[in-house]
C-alpha cells in the first residue's frame, strides 16, 4: 500500500518533502494477519519546535486474535539512506479477531534532511 504525498510536510520545512514511501501491510512473519493502513504524514512547525505526526487503523483480517506488534518509522534522505528511525507501540497489544483500532505518534525534530517516510510493522513487544 503506497501513502500520498503530505503537502504538509513540503510547507513546513523543505528539508522533508513529502514523498512517502511504501507502508508494509503485515502479511509477512511479523504482523501475520493484520493490516497497517497509514494516513499521510503530517508535519508542523511551532515557534522553534518541529514534529511529524504519524497516525492511522491497524485491523485484523483472520478469525482469532493477534498480538499487534511495535510500529517502526524511518527517515530516508534524498538518496534513500535512512537518517532517523523511531518506533512505538500501538495503543492494544492484542486485538480480537476482525477488529481494528486506531493509533497515532508524534516525533519531535525529525532530521531536516528526511525526504521520505516508511512505516511498517516492526518486532513482537
Do not use: C, Y
Amino acid at each position: 500500500m503506497g501513502l500520498q504525498s503530505a503537502g504538509t510536510l513540503r510547507s513546513a520545512w523543505p528539508g522533508l518533502a513529502a514523498r512517502l514511501g511504501t507502508v508494509a501491510d503485515g502479511r509477512g512473519p511479523v504482523g501475520l494477519g493484520l493490516h497497517l493502513g497509514v494516513s499521510p504524514a503530517n508535519a508542523s512547525v511551532t515557534g522553534d519546535r518541529k514534529s511529524l505526526r504519524v497516525a492511522g487503523r491497524i485491523h485484523n483480517t483472520i478469525g482469532s486474535a493477534r498480538d499487534v506488534p511495535l510500529i517502526r518509522v524511518l527517515l530516508f534522505d534524498a538518496e534513500n539512506r535512512p537518517v532517523q528511525r523511531w518506533t512505538f507501540a500501538p495503543p492494544v497489544e492484542r486485538l480480537a479477531a476482525f477488529q481494528h483500532v486506531g493509533f497515532e505518534a508524534e516525533l519531535d525534530a525529525p532530521v531536516e534532511a528526511a525526504e521520505r517516510i516508511s512505516v511498517f510493522f516492526h518486532e513482537a513487544r
